[in-house]
């Protein structure tokens, strides 16, 4: 009796059953250490990445070429501010007093409101483009995208400050007793904040119409608060009390320290570290809040 051609010996049925099994394991998306990868992920998403330069700074430059080929954008941000000045300066043009008193104010909160919606527009814009997904699925952390879009408008910041103070000082004649470099650095720092305050706000916007709506919320009180209407021991005790944690508040403040000291006090240190640590804690938010997409 002749055995039919197809018949396999027990060795080649056990030779062929291995390939399978080898590529059974590889379809179940094991790890070497036997680990599935979706729990893998899943392990490397709840422990964070630490901060890297290069990926920080590779961010920064993305963000600012990107930046490069919006000129409407650009204007936005650097010039803007300083127009805003040269109005309010010839609006007060029979009384250049009035502009002394709230023009070294203006010239920290014009920056502030400028980074603020630019900020928050451009992080959402990513978000809703998927731009954000793809590249928090590549090896970058949260803390990494918050780092380089805070030094990417933090660069554009110090442009738009050393700007706005220059043309305040020495063209506007806004007459300072202190240092121009001390309105440098707290306006820069005000700059600094309005960008950490638009990356944690673009967070809970669903839209570049939502994120617009922020600013009533997050930026009038503050600007009706922070004593550049009438000082804020004037206030009523309870909008002054509201008033003493705004950091809005600390940034005119440090302001009129320079307008009417000709040294660095002890007054004006206190202001521009609280600004600063404000603008720390918010940028650590805003990396805590980060959402991939925009649901």
Same mark, same amino acid.
């Given at each position: 009796?002749? *055995?039919?051609?197809?018949?396999?010996?027990?060795?080649?049925?056990?030779?062929?059953?291995?390939?399978?099994?080898?590529?059974?394991?590889?379809?179940?998306?094991?790890?070497?250490?036997?680990?599935?990868?979706?729990?893998?992920?899943?392990?490397?998403? +709840?422990?964070?990445?630490?901060?890297?330069? @290069?990926?920080?700074?590779?961010?920064?430059?993305?963000?600012?070429?990107?930046?490069?080929?919006?000129?409407?954008?650009?204007?936005?941000?650097?010039?803007?501010?300083?127009?805003?000045?040269?109005?309010?300066?010839?609006?007060?043009?029979?009384?250049?007093?009035?502009?002394?008193?709230?023009?070294?104010?203006?010239?920290?909160? &014009?920056?502030?409101?400028?980074?603020?919606?630019?900020?928050?527009?451009?992080?959402?814009?990513?978000?809703?483009?998927?731009?954000?997904?793809?590249?928090?699925?590549?090896?970058?952390?949260?803390?990494?995208?918050?780092?380089?879009?805070?030094?990417? &408008?933090?660069?554009? *910041?110090?442009?738009?400050?050393?700007?706005?103070?220059?043309?305040?000082?020495? &063209?506007?004649?806004?007459?300072?007793?202190? @240092?121009?470099?001390?309105?440098?650095?707290?306006? $820069?720092?005000?700059?600094? $904040?309005?960008?950490? $305050?638009?990356?944690?706000?673009?967070?809970?916007?669903?839209?570049?119409?939502?994120?617009?709506? &922020?600013?009533?919320?997050?930026?009038?009180?503050?600007?009706?608060?922070?004593?550049?209407?009438?000082?804020?021991?004037?206030?009523?005790?309870?909008?002054?009390?509201?008033?003493?944690?705004?950091?809005?508040?600390?940034?005119?403040?440090?302001?009129?320290?320079?307008?009417?000291?000709?040294?660095?006090?002890?007054?004006?240190?206190?202001?521009?570290?609280?600004? +600063?640590?404000?603008?720390?804690?918010?940028?650590?938010?805003?990396?805590?809040?980060?959402?991939?997409?925009?649901?």
């Amino acid at each position: 009796m002749t *055995a039919t051609p197809n018949a396999d010996t027990p060795t080649e049925q056990k030779n062929q059953t291995r390939p399978k099994t080898k590529a059974g394991k590889a379809r179940t998306g094991k790890t070497r250490t036997g680990e599935p990868a979706t729990l893998a992920a899943a392990h490397a998403h +709840a422990h964070p990445r630490p901060l890297s330069y @290069s990926r920080t700074t590779a961010t920064a430059a993305r963000v600012l070429r990107q930046l490069g080929h919006d000129p409407r954008t650009i204007a936005l941000l650097i010039l803007i501010p300083c127009v805003m000045l040269f109005l309010l300066r010839y609006v007060f043009d029979g009384s250049p007093r009035v502009f002394d008193s709230i023009g070294a104010s203006l010239l920290g909160i &014009f920056p502030l409101i400028t980074m603020f919606l630019v900020t928050s527009i451009a992080t959402l814009r990513e978000r809703t483009s998927g731009t954000l997904e793809r590249l928090l699925s590549m090896p970058l952390g949260k803390g990494d995208l918050i780092a380089g879009y805070a030094l990417a &408008f933090g660069t554009l *910041a110090i442009i738009q400050s050393a700007l706005a103070t220059g043309l305040a000082v020495w &063209f506007l004649d806004l007459d300072v007793t202190g @240092s121009p470099w001390l309105l440098l650095i707290v306006a $820069l720092l005000d700059a600094l $904040l309005g960008t950490a $305050l638009g990356l944690f706000v673009s967070a809970f916007a669903a839209s570049e119409y939502q994120a617009v709506q &922020f600013m009533p919320a997050v930026i009038f009180p503050q600007l009706l608060l922070c004593g550049l209407f009438t000082p804020r021991p004037d206030m009523h005790p309870a909008l002054e009390a509201v008033s003493d944690v705004l950091p809005m508040s600390y940034a005119v403040d440090g302001m009129n320290e320079v307008l009417l000291h000709t040294d660095m006090t002890a007054d004006f240190v206190r202001d521009i570290a609280i600004v +600063a640590g404000c603008a720390l804690l918010v940028l650590t938010l805003g990396a805590a809040t980060l959402r991939r997409r925009t649901t």
